[in-house]
């Protein structure tokens, strides 16, 4: 088994410059560091992480509380929280909760009693009382959510309200003036109301007048589904549906092919996340594209900045979005 002795050797350094590299304790230089992670990489070396930990009396472990798993795009966040981790050498604990407070209280309770040197939550339905939490037990913490209700957490978060507005603005530009909104209303979080803001502020800068917000009763596929039969009694009166999620858009695209209908000739539907099934339906769906992979990376990056003691880290983060054209919306110009 290789050592860290080996590591030295191989590398043509001293054992406490391998140990600088492994800790990212002290400045190495970079052609030091890249030579000594070169030889790690070649032989396969892993530090002793008991042994480390009572040396630095440091678990470099970080806790990770994500509402709902089952979500394509949550997939791609925590690839990009462990692949990021493991570069710095943190392990990672992915903790599922499903929107049970009790789950969140047990797993911010278990990553206390493991010592995690910083947590990460994702997702929707934090409360202020958990988020409180965590900031009281946990020195350092991160919050990726699109919900920005306790802004005393340091969070990352993307414009939802610019990103409504141009995807309202590239259908009006397409010929559409008479769009809906299919919402998660029931939600009430401010991301959601920044979407809906955002795409009716667009609406009344092109002097159009006409605006419709459907409310589905959750978020999900089945939910998208089940409001295609409303969307129905309206066709020829709307022409074009923005919805809130892919998910809501590929379940009404779905209902609307089995009553017999076309997207985008009958009605043109657009999304927002463009999550991996978008690019798989039929038509491929016009979609905002969220950075998910980034998300987890740029999160994890920045709080491990915190928990090594970087001063200057911003402690919040908006990242950009990217507008994807696909074959979902019919051009009545």
């Known amino acids: ?34 030579r000594v992670l070169e030889v790690i990489e ?6 002793n992480e008991v042994a480390r930990s009572l040396v630095t009396r440091r678990s470099y472990l970080i806790g990770v509380i994500v509402n709902d798993l089952s979500n394509s795009y949550i997939a791609e966040m925590v690839k990009g929280i462990e692949e ?5 050498n943190y392990d990672i604990l992915l903790c599922g909760s499903y929107y049970d407070r009790e789950a969140q209280m047990n797993h911010l309770s278990l990553l206390n009693r493991k010592q995690a040197e910083g947590i990460i939550l994702i997702g929707y339905h934090f409360d202020d ?20 209700k306790n ?3 340091d969070h990352i978060s993307i414009n939802s309200f610019l990103a409504s507005a ?34 009716k502020e667009m609406l009344k800068e ?3 007048n006409f605006s419709k917000v459907y409310v589905a009763e959750g978020r999900r596929y089945n939910d998208g589904y089940a409001m295609a039969t409303e969307v129905i009694k309206d066709l020829g009166n709307v022409t074009a549906v923005f919805c809130t999620n892919d998910e809501l858009a590929i379940g009404l695209i779905n209902h609307l092919f089995d009553d017999g209908y076309k997207v985008p000739d009958d009605i043109s539907v657009v999304g927002y996340g463009d999550y991996k099934e978008s690019q798989h339906v039929r038509p491929t769906l016009t979609t905002i594209s969220e950075p ?13 900045k915190k928990i090594e003691g970087d001063k200057s880290v911003r402690t919040t983060i908006e990242l950009p979005y990217c507008f994807m054209e696909r074959n979902s919306v019919k051009n009545l110009n």
């Open 292 to 304: 998910f992979y980034d998300v987890g990376a740029v999160t994890v990056r920045t709080l491990i």
């Open 1 to 34: 088994m290789t050592t860290i002795k080996d590591v030295a050797r191989m590398s043509g350094v001293s054992i406490s410059t391998v140990s600088r590299v492994i800790n990212d304790s002290k400045p190495v230089s970079p052609e030091v560091r890249k």
């Open 151 to 153: 802004d005393t957490i």
């Open 84 to 88: 990021v981790g493991r570069m710095y």
């Open 166 to 199: 141009e995807m309202t603005k590239y259908l009006i530009g397409e010929g559409h003036s008479r769009i809906a909104f299919l919402s998660d209303f029931g939600e009430s979080s401010t991301h959601e109301h920044d979407k809906i803001k955002g795409y």
């Open 42 to 47: 070649e032989t396969g070396y892993r530090p």
């Open 129 to 148: 009382e958990l988020i409180e939490a965590v900031k009281k037990n946990t020195k350092h913490s991160m919050y990726f959510t699109r919900d920005i």
């Open 206 to 208: 092109n002097n159009i």
